[in-house]
């Protein structure tokens, strides 16, 4: 079956660093786009960015210029490097593959202190 498991959450001070990870398996991983969703409390989970089969990729306005998308088909992996982390982007993050209804993962915590 399709499973999903993100790493790499954590809390950071503003102008911090984390990368995160998703471990793909159960489906052929090559041919979907996959991608990063972020959901704050009380809040509608957004997206924040997508990678194609192709390594194309498309980023939330708030995040271009700070965050880059990437995958390794070999190791079935998707990451996101997050630079210069705003208190704004404290969120559970989750990657999603855009397989038939899509697929999510259980998610991240981040948290980004002032």
């Known amino acids: 079956q399709v499973q999903l498991v993100e790493s790499g959450g954590g809390s950071v001070q503003a102008g911090g660093s984390l990368r995160l990870s998703c471990a793909a398996s159960?489906?052929?991983?090559?041919?979907?786009?996959m991608g990063w969703y972020r959901q704050a409390p009380g809040k509608q989970r957004e997206l924040v960015a997508t990678?194609?089969?192709?390594?194309?990729?498309n980023y939330a306005d708030s995040v271009k210029g700070r965050f880059t998308i990437s995958r390794d088909t070999a190791k079935k992996m998707i990451y996101l490097q997050m630079n210069n982390l705003k208190p704004e982007d404290t969120a559970v993050y989750y990657c999603?593959?855009?397989?038939?209804?899509?697929?999510w993962g259980q998610g991240t915590q981040v948290t980004v202190s002032s």
């Open positions: 999603y593959a855009d397989k038939q209804h899509g697929y």
């Open positions: 159960g489906f052929m991983f090559s041919i979907y786009a």
């Open positions: 990678v194609s089969s192709s390594s194309n990729t």
